[in-house]
Every structure is written in structure tokens, then in C-alpha cells.
């Protein structure tokens, strides 16, 4: 059975500036671009092969995934992008300061939404410029599938269906698989394969740049689970 490594992107431009970013396509920030040079060196020096690369549509996740496969010299594999994999779309939210939404809502209702389950932001208008239908990146996607905002729970249906149509199947053939993703999409992966409960999937810490390393027995169960990281590089 093959590996499977989880990695969260490197730190975005809004990520520095505490943004709500969902699926507005920023681009990855230079400490972003760091990290996943040191990705791609921890996979070079341990000396892991990658067989398959999947990303979600956002630019942020592309060009981690494709730097870390390009510092592990190993940029002749397949790489498969799915909106599925994208961050959880924060409706509303998407391009606002953090702190000032906080102010606005409150405590009790920011923290029920940003780190609960099953609660969603406001909803974008349907006529919003933010929404995906007005992203040629979504035109073939029927709009009734495009969310207007997302909870947790929501975000986790639709990557964990789309782990078990297009990843598990390539991790069954022996492939070793990366999958450069997002905070929200990635803790959803990990909660489904680690098996943690609704309540506790909003605590687990996704850290950018860190390589979560998923081993399996024959029939997929998980066997051995660890992080790649080299600290001292991370931490500056």
C-alpha cells in the first residue's frame, strides 16, 4: 500500500495579513514559497518517491505542490487538480480581516463558525462577485454543486468523497501519493483517516509547510502516522 502525505500550503498573503481567504485565489507569500522548498528538500533527503500529486484549484495549493515537487527533483509525475480539495469557502466572510468580523459578530458566534463543526458563515449573494460561478475556473461545474459558504461538516463531504473516488484507488495500486491542500480540507482528510470525532476535528492543528505521513495495511487501515518537518527552518 502507498504512502500518503498531507501537506497544507505554504503561508499565503492573506494568511500574513489574517484575511479570510476561502476561494479567493491569492497567491503564495515568500515564507509560503520557504516552506515548501523545505517540503521538498525533507522528501528529497529521505528519500521519498512520489508518484502522484493532487492539489485542489487554488494557486496556493498548485504551487506548493508543484515547488515541492520541483526541490524533490521530481516533477514528471501526474498532477491532479480538483476543486474538491479547495479550501472551505467562507461565504460573506472571504477577504475580511479577522479581528474586524470578530468585533462585528462576537466572540461566542465567530469561534461557533470559524473553529465549530456544522455552523456556516452568512452566505454570498447570489449576484456577489465573490461567488465561484462568476471563476472561469468553476464554469463546468453546475452552480447548484458551487457553494455560497461552507461549514466544516461540508467542506469534509465533499474532500472525503473525492479522497476515496481519485486518492485511495492510486494508494491501493502501491502509489505514494501528496496531496497539497488547505487547513480546512486537510483536517477534514486527517479526521476521516484518523478517525476523530466532529467535536475534536475543529481542534487539530493544521501547521503550513509540514509533511503528515499516512501509512496503511492491505486493506487500508491505518497502520503508522508521523510528521516531516525540520523545525528549526520553520520557526524563524
Not at 500518503?4 to 503564495?28: A, C, M, P, Q, Y
Not at 480546512?184 to 483517516?193: D, E, K, T, V, Y
Not at 501509512?215 to 528549526?232: G, I
Request: charged letters at 30%; aromatic letters at 8%; proline letters at 3%.
Amino acid at each position: 500500500m502507498g504512502k500518503l502525505i498531507l501537506v497544507r500550503h505554504g503561508k499565503s498573503l492573506w494568511n500574513i495579513e489574517n484575511i479570510f481567504t476561502g476561494w479567493t485565489d491569492i497567491d503564495i507569500a515568500p515564507k509560503g514559497i520557504e516552506e515548501a522548498i523545505i517540503a521538498g528538500e525533507i522528501i528529497r533527503d529521505h528519500n521519498i518517491t512520489i508518484d502522484i500529486c493532487f492539489s485542489s484549484y487554488l494557486k496556493r495549493a498548485i504551487k506548493t505542490g508543484s515547488i515541492i515537487l520541483e526541490t524533490a527533483n521530481m516533477m514528471q509525475i501526474d498532477f491532479i487538480k480538483s476543486w474538491k480539495l479547495n479550501e472551505r469557502n467562507y461565504g460573506a466572510w472571504q477577504g475580511r480581516n479577522k479581528d474586524d468580523v470578530k468585533k462585528e459578530v462576537g466572540d461566542e458566534l465567530f469561534w461557533k463558525i470559524r473553529r465549530g463543526f456544522s455552523t456556516s458563515p452568512p452566505n454570498l449573494s447570489i449576484d456577489d462577485e465573490r461567488h465561484p460561478k462568476f471563476d472561469p475556473k468553476y464554469a463546468k461545474i453546475s452552480i447548484d454543486e458551487l457553494p455560497r459558504s461552507e461549514s466544516l461538516e461540508q467542506t469534509k463531504q465533499r474532500a472525503v468523497q473525492y479522497y476515496y473516488e481519485a486518492i485511495v484507488p492510486e494508494l491501493v495500486k502501491g502509489k505514494n501519493v501528496l496531496v497539497a491542500g488547505h487547513g480546512n480540507s486537510i483536517r477534514a482528510l486527517m479526521g476521516q483517516i484518523e478517525n476523530i470525532s466532529s467535536a475534536e476535528i475543529p481542534k487539530v492543528e493544521v501547521k503550513t509547510g509540514v509533511l503528515n505521513i499516512y501509512e496503511f495495511d492491505a486493506n487500508m487501515n491505518l497502520e503508522k502516522q508521523y510528521e516531516l518537518k525540520q523545525v528549526s527552518k520553520l520557526e524563524i
